[in-house]
């Protein structure tokens, strides 16, 4: 069955540090990946997304990710994190019939 | 920019009340989905559609029914409504097997 696990339920980080979001998958073909935010009180916003082709994706507002099938992961980076990050991040696998399954979120905090 | 938008942001109704919380979407997208998210839960799929017309039960359709009699409307109807169906409603809308676009939720408080 289809999984999506993120090790992280909240994560610190100080402004202006990198940032590394986990994700792990079970899916048993190729599979669709995406990663959401969302912030407080509102829907989800779509970041980035990874189909096929080049393995490391860029997104919106600086965010980035890497699709390793040998790890079964697609992590979320962000070389220098703003305030404004603060939010929590869903990590979701689509298939063929277009429904998406997604991670239990990770929040991520921002100390000044 | 797709805009996907839900009738209310903020709701609150009584128990036993028949409640419909509405999603439109401006993008001509085959699939629409209602989600609803609890602190611990995640998200968690209602129900879905592909088509007008079509629907196809998620995770937890239990006390919820949907209708989509347009391409750009699907609505979400609790028959009567109960405390545990206090939640945010997220509606989203997709291109056929690509990625979802969401609406900014309804939180729905049921008394």
């Known amino acids: 069955a289809q999984s999506v696990t993120q090790p992280d339920i909240h994560i610190t980080v100080s402004e202006g540090a990198s940032l590394e979001l986990r994700c792990n998958y079970s899916y048993g073909a190729t599979p669709y990946l995406f990663w959401y935010v969302q912030s407080p009180g509102q829907g989800l916003q779509l970041l980035l997304k990874?189909?096929?082709?080049?393995?490391l994706v860029q997104g919106i507002k600086g965010f980035e990710a890497e699709f390793k099938r040998s790890q079964s992961s697609f992590n979320l980076r962000k070389p220098s994190v703003h305030w404004s990050d603060a939010a929590e991040y869903f990590c979701?696998?689509?298939?063929?019939?277009?429904?998406?399954?997604f991670g239990q979120g990770t929040t991520l905090q921002v100390k000044p | 920019d797709v805009k996907v938008t839900q009738s209310s942001r903020y709701l609150v109704k009584r128990t036993g009340e028949k409640v419909f919380l509405e999603c439109v979407q401006d993008m001509d997208h085959e699939n629409m989905f209602w989600y609803r998210q609890d602190p611990g839960l995640g998200l968690r799929l209602i129900y879905f559609?592909?088509?007008?017309?079509?629907?196809e039960k998620g995770d937890i359709p239990e006390g919820y029914s949907v209708s989509r009699e347009k391409k750009e409307r699907f609505s979400l109807i609790l028959e009567s409504a109960s405390t545990n169906q206090t939640s945010m409603y997220l509606c989203?809308?997709?291109?056929?097997?690509?990625?979802?676009?969401f609406g900014p939720g309804t939180r729905l408080t049921v008394t």
């Open positions: 559609s592909y088509d007008v017309k079509m629907k």
């Open positions: 990874y189909f096929s082709g080049d393995t």
């Open positions: 989203a809308s997709s291109p056929a097997g690509l990625e979802q676009y």
């Open positions: 979701a696998v689509g298939s063929n019939t277009g429904k998406l399954i």
